[in-house]
């Protein structure tokens, strides 16, 4: 498969080519969260009611990579819809495949990408040559987020990961919803803020206090706490009712990343986003990825028309 720029932090499915033999050492991450497994709640927009609304998408901020065409920013409408305010979670996922019988990608391919520092085995793995930090961990799925010794034990409640762009889409259209564009996402992410790089504001930790799941320490093999997704609604809400838009996991969308680049985009971040790489989490921020690629810090959300 080719390899293609700008996917450093979610690189895409590749063949051994793009990797070498090595393994790192693992850690575990928990945090209590207070979502009950169970279809999200939904909220519409815009707010006021009206048909549709427009808002100021992108930014031409210097902290953004240039090759991830965040700017120009430029005055977006979007029609009214309805999003979920939490990522799906493996529960909601857990219900799919029971009903559906649905297989995801990285159970056909029989491999997912895993972060170094997750990994609950001491056996070698593939590494991503583009950025080493990745393994391409056999077994690893939805069910085994770390690999085959790995389970969901405790993390109902977490999003589901290790999900492709085609397994994000076979959930929705079960429910009867779809992914959003990136234009409802970047709109119901800023909940209601103009131009402001999180959710909530300028300020990275506000008061000195997290308000996201990012990377903390050294980036990539010195963390100074746990690394790894936490509960859906672990952190506050934005101004519309969204629990992290920012961090966690990336999100699919359903629009292409330009028009001579059809590769999905994921928005938002994820726990493995730091200032030191690529600072990825902010409201603006996106990538694209092959819809066949599945990764350990990539999920999603429902949007209804």
Sequence with gaps: MEDHPRTCCSPPRAGDDDVSRTARPTSERTRPGTAAPG????????????????????????????????GPVRR??????????????????????????????????????????????????LVVATAPWWRVVPGACWRHPEGPDSNLDGRDDHPVVHVSHLDATAYCEW???????????????RGGLVQRH???????????????NVFEGSFPYGPTTSVGTVPVDAFAPNG????????????????????ADPRPVLRGGSYLCHASYCRRYRTSARIANTADTSTGHSGFRIAYR
Aim: avoid cysteine; charge should be negative; hydrophobic fraction near 40%.
């Design 39 to 70: 279809r999200a709640r939904v909220v519409v927009l815009p707010p006021d009611g009206a048909a549709d609304a427009e808002f100021l998408m992108g930014t031409e901020d210097a902290v953004a990579d240039p090759a991830d065409l965040e």
């Design 76 to 125: 977006v409408s979007v029609a009214r819809f309805a999003i979920a305010t939490t990522a799906v979670t493996n529960a909601d996922f857990d219900r799919f495949v029971e009903e559906t019988g649905h297989v995801t990608t990285a159970e056909r391919f029989g491999d997912s990408l895993v972060f170094a520092g997750r990994i609950t085995s001491d056996r070698p793995h």
């Design 175 to 189: 429910i009867g919803g779809r992914l959003p564009t990136e234009e409802e996402w970047e709109f119901a992410a």
């Design 198 to 212: 999180f959710p909530w504001g300028d300020e990275f930790e506000p008061g000195g206090v997290p308000a996201m």
């Design 240 to 259: 519309y009712g969204l629990f992290n838009t920012t961090g966690n996991v990336w999100e699919w969308t359903a629009s292409p990343f330009s028009p």
